[in-house]
T-cell receptor
Framework: GAVVSQHPSRVICKSGTSVKIECRSL??????MFWYRQFPKKSLMLMAT?????????EQGVEKDKFLINHASLTLSTLTVTSAHPEDSSFYIC???????????FGSGTQLSVL | EDQVTQSPEALRLQEGESSSLNCSYT??????LFWYRQDPGKGPEFLFT???AGEEKEKERLKATLTKKESFLHITAPKPEDSATYLC???????????FGAGTTVTVRA
């Protein structure tokens, strides 16, 4: 089946630093990838839609200058959390699928802890 | 606004004790309803897609059903390895975005 690879799986950083998370589709081309954020015992919340070769589309309330998304190729999207603060600590998950919306495959997630 | 509500929030079962999880939804035009399994610290793993009321799908001990207002995930004779959080999501016909429920965390004791 389709595989989406995400790394790092866990990162701890100091407040004020930036963290980059990578999401790769391993066996299909993904013109669109999605970035989610998940708090404990809460729903996955869509943050933004990453479009290859164009600007990402952010959901309402998500700061685009805080969460920089780059979709440089058909197999790679990155999420950079800039000037991270403790409130940015969360579980971040990417997803992509060979058929948009029909069957999304998720990365393994990144647990970000900001001290 | 699309809404997805899952119940119960948590479910503790004895091995072999069958049960059902509920996913109630409101959406303006349903393109599909998805069930995922999520293990702690991992991303969701796809289980089923249901497209229309009356549809049923099965995979090993899991069976998903769909009505116009809700979906059920039945777990038959569960085993400890079925312990996980089960997520429900709806895909509206108007766009590509999924709306997720908060999940049901199932714990199966041996």
């Amino acid at each position: 089946g389709a595989v989406v690879s995400q790394h790092p799986s866990r990162v701890i950083c100091k407040s004020g630093t930036s963290v980059k998370i990578e999401c790769r589709s391993l066996d299909f081309q993904a013109t669109t990838m999605f970035w989610y954020r998940q708090f404990p015992k809460k729903s996955l919340m869509l943050m933004a839609t990453s479009n290859e070769g164009s600007k990402a589309t952010y959901e309402q309330g998500v700061e685009k200058d805080k969460f920089l998304i780059n979709h440089a190729s058909l197999t790679l999207s990155t999420l950079t959390v800039t000037s991270a603060h403790p409130e940015d600590s969360s579980f971040y998950i990417c997803s992509a699928g060979p058929m948009l919306g029909e069957k999304l495959f998720f990365g393994s997630g990144t647990q970000l802890s900001v001290l | 606004e699309d809404q997805v509500t899952q119940s119960p929030e948590a479910l503790r079962l004895q091995e072999g004790e069958s049960s059902s999880l509920n996913c109630s939804y409101t959406v303006s035009g349903l393109r599909g309803l998805f069930w995922y399994r999520q293990d702690p610290g991992k991303g969701p793993e796809f289980l089923f897609t249901l497209y229309s009321a009356g549809e049923e799908k099965e995979k090993e001990r899991l069976k998903a059903t769909l009505t116009k207002k809700e979906s059920f995930l039945h777990i038959t004779a569960p085993k400890p390895e079925d312990s996980a959080t089960y997520l429900c999501a709806v895909h509206p016909s108007r766009d590509y975005k999924l709306s997720f429920g908060a999940g049901t965390t199932v714990t199966v004791r041996a």
